[in-house]
T-cell receptor, first 115, second 113 residues
Framework: GAGVSQSPRYKVAKRGQDVALRCDPI?????LFWYQQALGQGPEFLTY????????KSGLPSDRFFAERPEGSVSTLKIQRTQQEDSAVYLC?????????????FGSGTQLSVL | QKEVEQNSGPLSVPEGAIASLNCTYS??????FFWYRQYSGKSPELIMS????GDKEDGRFTAQLNKASQYVSLLIRDSQPSDSATYLC????FGSGTYKYIFGTGTRLKVLA
């Protein structure tokens, strides 16, 4: 695709509900990142995939957060039993090669509001 | 101590002036350094990347890196109102077994017409 696509753009959940956020990276991009951005803060790292392998999940805040990228392209971030503190913008980013020298291409994000 | 620190601002400069944005980082092994611009309600977009000590210029933007002082800066010359945004400093150290780009909290820049 032309850019990184995320859906839904907005999600409202009641506390305790499960949510699934989708990211479709730029075609052929090896690296995929998930970030959480609270209002007025910088993006906080959640997890990193290189193709289908989840190489770093050190930023996932609890075992309620789970991410997958089974075929090395589309990724899903799942949050179980949502809490109010999960309210944030969830950003997905991809880059063409691993190694840390590449620019990140960000999607438009999913704004999650937990009531 | 945060891994990447920035003054949150706002930094206000008049149109046409030079805006100077600063960032310090704690991991001495950091290898790659980036400046992203984020307009309100939008996603970050890359402005500059720098990997070695010294200056790197691209149009009105100059990135400066000093690894000994663990300091990276961004200068914006001839600032325009359209430069008003939050500027995020990002650092990574992929060789250490981690794979994260670490972002600062961002500095909000306001360019006054």
């Amino acid at each position: 695709g032309a850019g990184v696509s995320q859906s839904p753009r907005y999600k409202v959940a009641k506390r305790g509900q499960d949510v699934a956020l989708r990211c479709d990276p730029i075609s052929g991009h090896v690296s995929l990142f998930w970030y959480q951005q609270a209002l007025g803060q910088g993006p906080e790292f959640l997890t990193y995939f290189q193709n289908e392998a989840q190489l770093d999940k050190s930023g996932l805040p609890s075992d309620r957060f789970f991410a997958e990228r089974p075929e090395g392209s589309v990724s899903t971030l799942k949050i179980q039993r949502t809490q109010q503190e999960d309210s944030a913008v969830y950003l997905c980013a991809s880059s063409g090669q691993p190694g840390g020298l590449e620019k990140l291409f960000f999607g438009s994000g999913t704004q999650l509001s937990v009531l | 101590q945060k891994e990447v620190e920035q003054n949150s601002g706002p930094l206000s400069v008049p149109e046409g002036a030079i805006a100077s944005l600063n960032c310090t980082y704690s991991d001495r092994g950091s290898q790659s350094f980036f400046w992203y611009r984020q307009y309100s309600g939008k996603s970050p977009e890359l402005i500059m990347s720098i990997y070695s000590n010294g200056d790197k210029e691209d149009g009105r933007f100059t990135a400066q890196l000093n690894k000994a002082s663990q300091y990276v800066s961004l200068l914006i010359r001839d600032s325009q109102p359209s430069d008003s945004a939050t500027y995020l400093c990002a650092v990574n150290n992929f060789g250490s077994g981690t794979y994260k780009y670490i972002f600062g909290t961002g500095t909000r820049l306001k360019v006054l017409a």
